[in-house]
């Protein structure tokens, strides 16, 4: 898998030959698609997209182009679990966070279940990654909240923030946190 901002940008680097395969850096090419995905966005409205597959030249390898708006096999967009994430690390508990999202309460619980622990250390570590390229001393005005998640959350806003500022990049700033995740807010699921 590969986390792309857009299809358009996406496009652009296939066309000028510059995608690299994450596994041995070679050159990918266009290769059909993965099947279409229609993923709920923020309140009613879904999105819907068919994501281009490609595949490495040297090493063979296939790989699934992921707009950043959206998860590895979620069905919520990246906003969406990224917005129930700061409810929880504003001290709302599922049930809360269920109904102010209109989402159902099993979903959101399971989101919840997969940002503890290391992820959130994972999580916290890509944040500084970034800020650290792009804006070294904006980490002494971050205020930090006092909890794993909150602190975690806070360091890839201040990122997606800076990102915007320094580079002029349009992306929301859940766009640009699914870059630094990788498609990955929530632990992924183990497979099978
Ligand atoms: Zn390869």
Redesign the pocket.
């Known amino acids: 898998m590969i986390v792309i901002r857009r299809p358009e940008e996406a496009d652009a680097l296939l066309d000028a030959g510059t995608m690299r395969?994450p596994?041995?850096?070679?050159a990918?090419v266009r290769w059909g698609h993965g099947r279409a995905r229609t993923v709920r966005s923020v309140g009613e409205t879904t999105l819907t997209v068919r994501p281009q597959r490609v595949r490495?030249r040297?090493?063979?390898?296939t790989h699934i182009l992921l707009p950043t708006a959206l998860q590895v096999r979620r069905a919520d967009s990246t906003e969406v679990i990224g917005n129930a994430l700061v409810h929880k690390a504003k001290g709302l508990g599922f049930r809360r966070i269920a109904e102010r999202m209109g989402r159902p309460e099993s979903t959101v619980r399971r989101w919840l279940r997969r940002a503890t622990g290391e992820h959130v250390q994972w999580l916290h570590r890509r944040g500084t990654e970034r800020l650290v390229l792009v804006a070294r001393e904006a980490f002494c005005n971050i205020r930090y909240v006092g909890n794993p998640l909150g602190d975690a959350l806070c360091v890839l806003a201040a990122a997606a923030v800076e990102d915007r500022r320094r580079f002029g990049f349009p992306d929301p700033p859940w766009d640009l946190i699914g870059i630094y995740t990788q498609g990955c807010l929530l632990s992924p699921p183990r497979s099978g």
């Open positions: 395969c596994q041995c850096r070679g990918v490495c040297d090493c063979g390898a």
